[in-house]
């Protein structure tokens, strides 16, 4: 069994001069006090990429910074479900016996260490070198045809999309530490300049420098509820848009949310995290992973299904839309503040059930990580 | 420069992106042919913020997901016109720094 150790997540935005190295650290040493647990008592690490500093070891050079001595030791990319990923090849690790307290840990300075077309330019890459990029191809224009064809679909507009970055700004508002805390209506969003119809700048997550941690151990954690990761689910099926049907982009999410869930045996959730790059990529992946019937996500964040005090409570931290999106740490936050929140809702001794659903995706739809978290009493 | 797709000798499963082995039936024997010209516009998107140099002119410029008539394969494509989903579009030869370019073409039942 892996249990949920400590966790550890530094404010998002523009952190300057902080390093990439800098963020991990910090997010490392909060997640060990967090976890009681003595650097010398890590013996797995794991690390997620940083754009703004490539490394060929990025677990190694973790490692020495920080003072740890692992017997297992990796770095990890795949694209925006490196973080969920990373937790899921721990919990292997755990329950193969081949380390007991494993620490995973992203961190990147992606706002502040390199220029704003640096950034767009290397998250173009995830298109195709050939049959995309050069067709003036980027993640927001992949995502918004996406949005174009999902709208289409349904008979929805674009305000529908706008009601969940109203959502994760309302979350981040009530957040210490979120990147964009200032509420907005749906009128902003639809008034914010245009990145690739029908996605506004408000539909779009904003780049954040910013750090994020999880410790997972074989030993029951100390500290609150017993969280222990009871379903995990991964699907691997594109790369690239054009190399997939459009009817069946976001198969890959049906399948490792189910996988995850009939491993748990749960279906019944208290809490949700779901990728949220974009709003579009929100209102997806929530219908690929069964919390709303098809072109019903933004029907449901209308009738209260989504807010803090609703049925399930969605990225309760503002998510990547507003709490902001540093790289692999920020898709690690969902699962940080899910662990944060499951340990308020015991100790507060609310009637919430006291599971969560966990959902990464990679590159357009391409690799998909889903979670299942339950506290064991 | 002749677009292509792949067509797999197996089991007919065509792609555009060249692969080693068929995802359907791990053939690994594939043919080369022309891409069919006309299609249908899946999904498209007014590009305003362009990651490096603008395709075509612009931007704004528009960037389409298109499915062939014949074959029902999927490209990604740019285009100088505003296009709308379900129009009939056909590759063009005025090739500019797009690889696929696409232009409206008459309604077709
Ligand atoms: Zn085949």
């Known amino acids: ?377 | 420069m002749m677009l292509t797709v792949w067509r797999c000798q197996a089991c007919g499963t065509v792609r555009l992106c060249g692969r080693r082995l068929c995802p359907e039936c791990s053939s690994g024997r594939w043919l080369e042919a022309a891409l069919p010209s006309a299609g249908r516009v899946l999904a498209v998107t007014r590009v305003h913020i362009a990651p490096a140099e603008a395709p075509v002119v612009g931007p704004p410029f528009t960037l389409c997901l298109v499915k062939t008539d014949v074959g029902g394969v999927q490209f990604m494509a740019a285009s100088e016109e505003e296009l709308t989903i379900g129009d009939a579009v056909a590759l063009s030869c005025d090739r500019q720094a797009a690889p696929y370019l696409v232009t409206r073409q008459p309604a077709r039942p």
Do not use: W
């Not at chain 1, 959502?167 to 245009?194: C, E, Q, W, Y």
């Open chain 1, 1 to 377: 069994m892996a249990f949920v150790a400590g966790v550890g997540l530094t404010a998002f935005g523009d952190l300057a001069p902080a390093t990439s190295v800098d963020l991990q650290l910090e997010a490392a040493e909060q997640a060990l006090a967090d976890a009681n647990l003595s650097q010398a008592e890590i013996d797995g690490l794991l690390v997620g990429y940083s754009t703004s500093a490539p490394h060929l070891m990025p677990a190694n050079r973790f490692a020495e910074r920080f003072g740890l001595r692992p017997a297992f030791a990796q770095g990890v990319s795949v694209g925006g479900a490196t973080g969920l990923s990373m937790v899921d090849l721990a919990r292997t690790l755990i329950r193969a016996g081949r380390a007991r307290n494993v620490l995973v840990v992203a961190g990147e300075n992606r706002r502040s260490g390199q220029s704003r077309a640096t950034a767009r330019q290397t998250l173009a890459e995830v298109g195709d070198p050939v049959h995309e990029v050069p067709n003036g191809g980027s993640v927001p224009a992949y995502y918004a045809l996406l949005a174009s064809a999902y709208l289409h679909r349904y008979g929805l507009r674009e305000d529908d999309l706008a009601a969940f970055a109203v959502l994760m700004r309302h979350n981040a508002s009530v957040t210490t530490g979120a990147h964009f805390r200032k509420p907005i209506a749906i009128g902003d969003v639809l008034a914010s300049p245009a990145v690739a119809t029908p996605l506004n700048r408000l539909d779009c997550c904003p780049i954040s420098d910013g750090g994020a941690a999880i410790v997972l151990s074989a030993d029951l954690p100390g500290n609150g509820p017993a969280l222990e990761i009871t379903g995990a689910g991964q699907a691997h099926l594109h790369q690239h848009l054009s190399a997939t049907d459009l009817e069946d982009v976001a198969a890959g999410a049906v399948q490792a949310a189910m996988a995850a869930k009939t491993e748990a045996g749960c279906g019944t959730f208290g809490r949700i995290g779901i990728y949220d790059s974009f709003t579009i990529t929100l209102a997806m992946l929530l219908e690929a992973c069964g919390f709303a019937a098809p072109g019903r996500a933004s029907a449901q964040l209308r009738d209260g299904c989504f807010e803090r005090d609703g049925p399930l409570p969605l990225n309760t931290h503002g998510g990547l839309l507003s709490y902001g999106h540093s790289g692999v740490a920020g898709g690690m936050a969902h699962m940080v503040e899910t662990v944060r929140q499951l340990r308020k809702d015991e100790a507060e001794n609310s009637d919430r059930p006291r599971s969560a659903f966990l959902h990464a995706d990679g590159g357009v739809l391409s690799a998909h990580v889903s979670l299942v978290l339950e506290a064991r009493r």
